[in-house]
């Protein structure tokens, strides 16, 4: 509550809703019995209208079996105002004016009528509210003013026109707060509802990160081991020494792959504490070319990366692992090269190859090339991917740097 009271503002539950408002909403959709708030209610309306008679004797009628009868059914009909609210609101306005007609005190009778008009109005009933209370106010106004000459109590007057005045101000007031809490209830149901769909949308954009994260991973390290294992069947026999060699890339790179899919399924177990491990970034590149190299692929680095933002970092990495990837699945050429170039605002990250593309996905699958496109956008970025005018396929990725700004 704190910030908003500090500043005077309303307190955190108005804007919010109150702490119990989520299991308000679940009965709601499976309305409840409210019994103890009808029971304290009813006693709540005898008790008291037992005192106001004391001090009406002689004015009005005293109260009688009838009487005590029509106060249990105002307060019981209460037991209803969730499910049956129209039928309530008019059921409840009909018995108090059956009570105010035989003369009876006034008193706290009139509080179920604006009990049930709250519940009618708050679940959308508006118009059966405002009726239900026109109704018993212009049935106050026949009674006081024509028809007491012939109910009880005997010799009574007609009633003032200032009291018709604030029973009438009484009615507008009840209904004007019934309003105001229904509006602030659809606004609360929206805000519920906007942070419920906020929060699917954050689970959403982590779900996909992970999916892009494990591709990424997976598809370079598998390939790296798929080609290393050709190697070394090939070689077992005629070039043991050879064949070792790429059985001991493939033990390094599928380590490497364990670890770091061990880092993103941590991210899932425990969110909220920092990583085992620092995220990749271009720092890591020569990595890349050396495990490329041990896949058979050549790649030249051209240019030096700038100081980036981790995120941007991350994403710089994993396009370049990607594409180099691609190059290695997809490939006839054994030659990339990677350029790296910047200005103020943004980085430019170019691989190349020379080709020819060897199967129907040249280039990359549709799962690789999408999850660069993701990450790109994600930083305000860019990814063109397509063949080359002299052959050979393309991947230029253009990342702002206005991220790392604060560096």
């Known amino acids: 509550m704190d910030e908003q009271r500090v500043r005077g503002g309303p307190p955190q539950w108005w804007r919010h809703g109150p702490p119990w408002w989520d299991r308000w909403g679940e009965g709601e959709r499976a309305p409840r019995w409210p019994w103890r708030s009808s029971v304290a209610v009813t006693v709540f309306v005898l008790a008291g209208s037992n005192f106001a008679a004391h001090g009406q004797e002689g004015e009005r009628a005293a109260l009688d079996p009838f009487a005590r009868v029509l106060l249990l059914v105002a307060g019981g009909l209460l037991l209803w105002r969730k499910r049956y609210p129209v039928a309530v609101v008019f059921c409840t306005a009909g018995a108090v004016m059956v009570y105010l007609g035989a003369g009876y005190p006034y008193g706290p009778v009139l509080f179920t009528v604006a009990l049930a008009c709250f519940s009618a109005i708050v679940a959308g009933h508006r118009r059966a509210a405002w009726a239900a209370m026109g109704t018993l106010w212009a049935g106050h106004v026949l009674v006081a003013h024509w028809l007491y000459q012939w109910l009880p109590p005997s010799g009574d007057s007609a009633a003032s026109w200032g009291g018709e005045l604030v029973v009438a101000t009484w009615v507008v007031a009840i209904a004007a707060v019934s309003e105001l809490f229904r509006v602030r209830r659809e606004q609360w ?7 419920a769909e906020a929060a699917r949308r954050r689970a959403d954009e982590e779900r996909l990160r992970i999916a892009r994260e494990l591709h990424d991973v997976l598809a370079h390290s598998i390939s790296v081991i798929n080609v290393q294992a050709g190697v070394g069947l090939a070689l077992l ?31 899932l177990r425990a969110p909220g504490d920092a990583p085992r491990a620092p995220a990749p970034g271009l720092d890591r590149l020569p990595e890349l070319v050396e495990q490329a190299a041990s896949a058979g692929l050549t790649v030249d680095v051209e240019g030096e990366p700038p100081r980036l933002a981790p995120g941007t970092d991350l994403a710089a990495f994993r396009i370049v692992q990607e594409a180099l990837t691609n190059v290695v699945r997809h ?63 393309r991947v230029l990725a253009v990342l702002p740097l206005r991220a790392s700004a604060g560096r």
């Open 189 to 195: 149901a929206r805000e519920r509802a906007e942070r």
């Open 237 to 267: 026999d005629s070039d043991p020494e050879q064949a070792r060699t790429a059985l001991i890339t493939i033990k390094a790179q599928s380590k490497e792959a364990l670890g770091e899919v061990r880092q993103v399924l941590d991210t």
């Open 331 to 393: 490939s006839g050429s054994r030659h990339a090269r990677v350029h790296l170039a910047h200005d103020a605002d943004v980085l430019r990250l170019r691989v190349d190859d020379d080709g020819p593309a060897t199967g129907a996905d040249a280039g990359g699958s549709g799962n690789g090339l999408a999850g660069m496109r993701e990450r790109a956008a994600a930083l305000g970025g860019t990814i063109e991917a397509g063949p080359r005018p002299d052959g050979g396929f």
